[in-house]
């Protein structure tokens, strides 16, 4: 009936979600963006005279080339991605998505195809969806690019923010394989994930894509700590 109306409340505080469903205009301010020159290795606001951020400096080389994130996981930022994740608020992957290729828009790098960080079946199972690849179907179509799950998990892994940092890359080892039948090489990808704490996880992802004979890999999360 609202439908009918024009009405779409924002998925965050059920104002007026400014017809498409999207965030209110309210909801928006919230968000907490990145400042310019942006981090090419995280997203982030570069921090110091370098060309990346303090943590990316102190990082062992990111496989990846280039990164994008769209907003800080702090307070209202945590808040949205807790509901989009744990909330059972699939409907966020739209606005979410947007929100993600409007930032992508912004850089001219190429892309052949747009896919995710896999969820283990059983915590699939558990959750019922995987919010990846919700948000990153929906900033694909926006961008008129195309999405793939090319990536499965072979194993369940403990949950990273459980472990101290160095474990994080073991834990992740191997974690990771290509779909059996997808033909990825020579292609730009671009990987997505819901934030981006310490990289561990994306780092074993892309190096698996690279193994399997990706020209490049770029990455996307919604958020960053
Ligand atoms: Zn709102
Ligand atoms: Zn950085």
Redesign the pocket.
């Known amino acids: 009936m609202f439908k009918a109306l024009g009405f779409f409340p924002c998925p965050v505080c059920g104002g007026d979600g400014a017809g498409c469903n999207d965030f209110c205009p309210e909801c928006m301010k919230r968000f907490r963006r990145f400042a310019s020159p942006r981090?090419p290795?995280?997203g982030?606001t570069v921090d110091g005279i370098l060309a990346?951020?303090s943590?990316?400096v102190q990082e062992p080389m990111r496989p990846w080339l280039y990164a994008v994130t769209c907003f800080r996981y702090d307070s209202f930022g945590r808040e949205v991605i807790h509901k989009f994740k744990f909330g059972n608020f699939p409907e966020l992957a739209r606005p979410l998505g947007r929100m993600a290729a409007a930032e992508m828009r912004k850089c001219s790098e190429p892309i052949d195809l747009l896919t995710s960080v896999p969820l283990h079946w059983t915590r699939y199972w558990r959750r019922g969806y995987n919010q990846s690849v919700l948000y990153a179907e929906l900033c694909a179509a926006e961008l008129g690019v195309p999405f793939r799950q090319v990536l499965r998990r072979t194993r369940p892994t403990p949950h990273q923010a459980d472990l101290p940092r160095k474990e994080r890359l073991k834990n992740l080892k191997g974690a990771f394989a290509v779909k059996r039948g997808e033909h990825i090489k020579g292609l730009h990808i671009w990987l997505a994930d819901d934030v981006f704490t310490t990289g561990a996880t994306l780092h074993e992802a892309a190096k698996t894509l690279l193994k399997a004979g990706v020209a490049d890999v770029r990455v996307l999360t919604l958020a960053r700590v």
């Open positions: 981090c290795g995280c982030g990346q951020c943590s990316c």
